[in-house]
Structure formats: C-alpha cells, structure tokens
C-alpha cells in the first residue's frame, strides 16, 4: 500500500469524526442549559475547544464571541475554517474520491451522498432546525463508521482508518474536557457540587457521546471526578482516552509489523503515553491536577500525529513504505 494512500484513508476517517464531534458539540451547546453562564463564557468555549478561538476574532471580530448565530455559521458552513461541518465532509470526500480502489462501494456512496445532502437540503434543514442538522450529521457519521466496519476488509486500509479515528477522537475529548473542566473549577470526592454544576457534567458527556457510558458503568451521581474516571480510563467505552490510546497501540503494531526492520517513533511515543496515562488512574490525575494531564495528553497527541505523518506519510525519499 502505497504512503498517498494511506494518508487519504486516515484523514478520510479523521475528518468524519471531526465533522461528528463538531456537530456532537454544537447541538448540546444548542440545546442545554447553562444557567447563569455568560452567552460570551458559553460561546467562546466553543470556540477554544475547536481551536478557532484566535482566528474567528480575526476575521470574525471579537464582538461576535458571544454570537449564537455567528459561531454557529462558522463553525458549521466556515469552508475558510478548517474544523467546520462543511470544510471537514469536502475534505472527506476529497479524500474518499481519490482512493475510490480502496474503499467499498458502499463506504464512497455513503460520503459522496452526504456531501450531496449538505449542498443542499442539509442548509435548508440548519435554516428551519439547526439541532436536527446536527443530529442528522452525526448519524451520517455513525453510518459512514458503520459502512467501514460493515463493508471493508480488515486490512490495511481500514488500519489506517482506525489510526486516524482514534487520534481525532482522543485529542478531542481531552480537549473538550480540560476546557469545560477549566471552567467548572477543580473537582475531588470531597467538593460538593451543586445541581449546575453536575448539569455542566452532563452536558460534557453528552457533547463527548458518553451519556449512556457514564451510567451504564457508574450507576451514580454525575461527579466531577467521576466523570473524569469514565471519559479518561474506562477500557470498555469507545469514548474514553485510555480506550482510544490502546486501540491505536493495536493497530499501530499491526502496521508496523508489515515493515519489518524499522523503527517507528510513533510507536515508541504511544506506548510511552498510554504507560503514563496508566499510572494516573485510581484518581491519581485528580490529585496531581486534571488540567496538567490533560495538557500533557493532548500534546502528546499531537506529537503521535505527527510522527505519523513523517513515519508514513512523507517517509525518506530512499526509502519506499509497503504498510
């Protein structure tokens, strides 16, 4: 498999789950309540787990951060802003395009109709309901995943799916995490939390797809420290970092088991962060401060995407990659 393929097939998959979390995000933002919050407080936040907080002020202007619709305009229909709904699905479909021998028939047909819904009835539906725009890309996300697991073969191309979905995944959680965590103020099983604080805790699961999650295993009150126990180190929900990190650790070894004789650099930092990740549970990352791990992880991320990209994606010119 050749490096340009593989590169379209993990940012293929990247992208879906960023239009997802986007769209994941937005709609509970849209419909939750935040009691007192401050419209800026609430909007900005958005905008600073996206990362387009600096750059929707330059363009945008600063007067516009507590904007309901301004915010949801761009961050939806933005094609200058990277992370919106509708940059993130043309990238998609730009990438689904130009490796159509790799993906089934039913994965392309998926992407290629969802890009045809957004051109059109997707912005009729966001003018008359934006919440069930959202809804409806999210689950044109969960059925673009269902087609991948449903219809490809486990190989190699479908690898390199998985590599880019978890990435996306873990580095936006973490990120939607420190930033409501930053703004909730630090949490520990002695603090007493009053009803909107946990109210903020539920919308942070549901923003992260974990609602159901937290109390399937927790069967408790929403708690600060517990919520972060869940969407951290739970080993069976698909929305927790520990579980992101372990399932790339798998994949990842499977594809560098296919060049046999090199060093992966991207292997040696993922084991070295989910190791430490390891070492922070039993509320050890509560202790020694959330927003420490948090920055910690998601720069860690960062750092395993792009030794990704080096490793496989633009690999020494002498040497030809065959994973």
Request: hydrophobic share 35%; net charge negative.
């Given at each position: 498999m050749i490096?340009?393929?593989?590169?379209?097939?993990?940012?293929?998959?990247?992208?879906?789950?960023?239009?997802?979390?986007?769209?994941?995000?937005?709609?509970?933002?849209?419909?939750?309540?935040?009691?007192?919050?401050?419209?800026?407080?609430?909007?900005?936040?958005i905008l600073t787990v996206t990362g387009e907080y600096p750059t929707f002020v330059e363009h945008v202007?600063?007067?516009?951060?507590?904007?309901?619709?301004?915010?949801?305009?761009?961050?939806?229909?933005?094609?200058?802003?990277?992370?919106s709904i509708w940059s993130s699905w043309a990238m998609a479909r730009e990438n689904a395009r130009g490796i159509r021998e790799a993906i089934s028939a039913e994965l392309w047909d998926v992407c290629n109709r969802t890009w045809l819904w957004l051109q059109k009835d997707g912005r009729e539906l966001y003018a008359e309901d934006p919440t069930e725009f959202y809804q409806r890309v999210r689950e044109a996300g969960q059925l673009f995943r269902g087609a991948v697991l449903g219809t490809m073969l486990d190989d190699e191309p479908r690898w390199f799916m998985?590599?880019?979905?978890?990435?996306?995944r873990v580095g936006q959680i973490a990120r939607i995490l420190d930033v409501k965590y930053h703004m909730i103020g630090p949490t520990s099983r002695d603090k007493n939390e009053d009803v909107q604080t946990m109210a903020t805790w539920v919308q942070l699961?549901?923003?992260c797809g974990a609602y159901e999650h937290f109390f399937r295993q927790r069967n408790s009150t929403v708690r600060g420290y517990r919520v972060v126990d869940v969407l951290v180190f739970s080993r069976s929900s698909p929305r927790s970092i520990l579980y992101g990190l372990l399932e790339m650790e798998r994949t990842l070894d499977m594809v560098v088991g296919l060049v046999?004789?090199?060093?992966?650099?991207?292997?040696?930092?993922?084991?070295?962060?989910?190791?430490?990740?390891?070492?922070?549970e039993d509320g050890r990352m509560v202790?020694?401060?959330?927003?420490?791990?948090?920055?910690?992880?998601?720069?860690?991320?960062?750092?395993i995407g792009q030794s990704l990209y080096e490793y496989f994606f633009s690999p020494p010119s002498q040497v030809m990659v065959q994973a």
């Open positions: 490096s340009r393929v593989a590169e379209s097939c993990f940012w293929l998959q990247r992208y879906v789950e960023r239009a997802e979390s986007t769209a994941r995000l937005l709609r509970t933002t849209t419909l939750g309540s935040d009691g007192e919050m401050p419209m800026a407080q609430r909007w900005q936040s202007g600063a007067d516009h951060v507590d904007d309901r619709e301004r915010v949801l305009e761009y961050l939806t229909w933005d094609a200058a802003c990277p992370v998985d590599l880019g979905l978890h990435l996306e699961l549901l923003a046999p004789g090199r060093q992966c650099e991207s292997s040696r930092r993922l084991h070295a962060l989910r190791r430490w990740l390891q070492s922070q202790e020694n401060g959330v927003h420490a791990g948090l920055t910690r992880l998601v720069e860690g991320v960062a750092g």
